[in-house]
C-alpha cells in the first residue's frame, strides 16, 4: 500500500490549501484516512482523521478551520484548510491505519506518506 500526497505550499495568514493523499495498492478497505503533521523540534501530532463509517476527529487547534473530507471508491481523502496561522506550518502526513488488502484477512496499520510542506507567513 502506497499513500501520495500533494497540495502543499506557501501562504500568508489567513490564506487556504488543500491537501490531497490517494492510496494506492491491493486494497480492499480502509478504516481510517487522515492527516498528522510535524512542526521543526515537535512530536509528530494528529490534525485530522476520518473512519470508514464517516467519524471524525480534529486537533483542538484545526476545529472550525480544517475539513476533512474522504471519497471511499478512490481511497482518496483531503484537507481543507482555511483561516491558516503560522502556527499551523509543519510538514503534513497523509495516514492510513487498519487497512485490508486483498487475498489477506489482518488488517494491516501505520502505513504514510511522504510528506507534504505547508507554510504560512504572517
Known amino acids: 500500500v502506497q499513500l501520495q500526497a500533494s497540495g502543499g505550499g506557501s501562504v500568508h495568514t489567513g490564506g487556504s490549501l488543500r491537501l490531497s493523499c490517494v492510496a494506492s495498492g491491493k486494497i480492499f478497505s480502509i478504516d481510517r484516512m487522515g492527516w498528522y503533521r510535524q512542526a521543526p523540534g515537535k512530536a509528530r501530532e494528529l490534525v485530522a482523521v476520518k473512519t470508514i463509517s464517516g467519524t471524525t476527529e480534529y486537533a483542538d487547534s484545526v476545529k472550525g478551520r480544517f475539513t476533512i473530507s474522504r471519497y471511499m471508491s478512490n481511497y482518496t481523502v483531503y484537507l481543507q484548510m482555511n483561516s491558516l496561522k503560522p502556527e499551523d506550518t509543519a510538514v503534513y502526513y497523509c495516514?492510513?491505519?487498519?487497512?485490508?488488502?486483498?487475498?489477506?484477512?489482518?488488517?494491516?496499520?501505520?502505513?504514510w506518506g511522504q510528506g507534504t510542506q505547508v507554510t504560512v507567513s504572517s
Open positions: 495516514n492510513a491505519d487498519k487497512v485490508y488488502v486483498r487475498d489477506s484477512d489482518h488488517p494491516q496499520y501505520g502505513f
